[in-house]
Antibody
């Protein structure tokens, strides 16, 4: 299993950014995926979930209405569109693969998102 | 919202046993996972569904869950086990504990 995130960078408060994650080594379209972030020096925070088909999507209260998760199973990729970004959205964003239905059994290396003026 | 509480830090001598507690309301009714994260690295799943180890995870890592507390035990801690450890439960979505920094010295 390999997960590889991309698209991170520096963006001003109020701006937008789209990050993505490519998966390989497993049956991508049958696996739910999540985005989890980690602010500098802080713990893990779940951000968003998408089912294998893309029909179910969930968001943390802190990002609901600002972030949108999506996936393209033909490309083996998931995306996180982040709008109205705030300084406290800064951190490393990891994509993670659903394991047994209650855990995340594989993680990417992360992509750094910095929101700053 | 559902909260999980972990001690911020824990020290253990090499070869001794370290136990990390994770507490939450009726946590024993949920499946708990544990992740290890070393500095500059991504988290790694080390325990799932309370007590199961993924392939490649050493036997010195074990887990239990009952009542309001789940516990990760490192039996015979080694220097390589120095890391942050996070518990996680599923409450309609993944919920993480705040993490415990384990120092082996």
């Amino acid at each position: 299993v390999q997960l590889l995130e991309s698209g991170g960078g520096l963006v001003q408060p109020g701006g937008s950014l789209r990050i993505s994650c490519g998966g390989s080594g497993f049956n991508f379209k049958t696996n739910a995926m999540s985005w989890v972030r980690q602010a500098p020096g802080k713990g893990l925070e779940w951000v968003s979930f998408i089912s294998g088909s893309g029909g179910s999507r969930y968001y943390a209260d802190s990002v609901r209405g600002r972030f949108t998760i999506s996936r393209d199973n033909s490309m083996n990729r998931i995306y996180l569109q982040m709008d109205s970004l705030r300084v406290d959205d800064t951190g490393i964003y990891y994509c993670a693969k659903d394991g047994s239905g209650y855990d995340l059994d594989s993680w990417g290396q992360g992509t750094l998102v910095t929101v700053s003026s | 919202s559902y909260d999980l509480t972990q001690p911020p830090s824990l020290s253990v001598s090499p070869g001794q046993t370290a136990s990390i507690a994770c507490s939450g309301n009726k946590l024993g009714d949920k499946f708990v996972s544990w992740y290890q994260q070393k500095p500059g690295q991504s988290p790694v799943l080390i325990i799932y569904q309370d007590h199961n180890r993924p392939s490649g995870i050493p036997e010195r890592f074990s887990g239990s869950n009952s009542g309001n507390t789940a516990t990760l035990t490192i039996g015979g801690a080694q220097a390589v086990d120095e890391a942050d450890y996070y518990c996680q439960a599923w409450d309609g979505r993944p919920v993480f504990g705040g993490g415990t920094k384990v120092t082996v010295l």
